[in-house]
């Protein structure tokens, strides 16, 4: 199926300059970045639960905001500070049980 996708209606694009014909260096770093991500949720679910892996997202999300505030000049909303206060507090007391 993929060969007739390849070779039909295109001309043979893909055959004649190759798959990636087309892709910038930023196409390319974000296909590497997301199969580093696909790998880093592997080894979260094999070493760890479902939770942390929903934990890691929502700390990430947070860097991620904070990270372009200063990059961007991104501004945040009160329901960003709320939700993060409340993601805050779920980690922490999710760590805080483990301790014990």
């Not at 997301?34 to 979260?44: F, K, P, Q, T």
């Not at 997202?57 to 200063?70: E, K, N």
């Not at 709320?82 to 993601?87: D, K």
Request: charged residues 5%; proline residues 0%.
């Amino acid at each position: 199926m993929l060969l007739c996708c390849m070779f039909s209606g295109i001309k043979g694009v893909y055959f004649f300059r190759g798959f990636f014909h087309g892709y910038s260096f930023i196409t390319v770093l974000m296909i590497i970045n997301h199969a580093l991500s696909g790998i880093a949720v592997s080894v979260v679910m094999k070493y760890a639960d479902n939770i942390v892996k929903v934990y890691s997202t929502s700390v990430a999300m947070l860097l991620t905001a904070v990270v372009s505030v200063f990059l961007f000049n991104f501004h945040l909303s009160l329901a960003f500070f709320l939700g993060s206060t409340v993601v805050s507090v779920s980690v922490y007391l999710h760590s805080a049980g483990k301790l014990r």
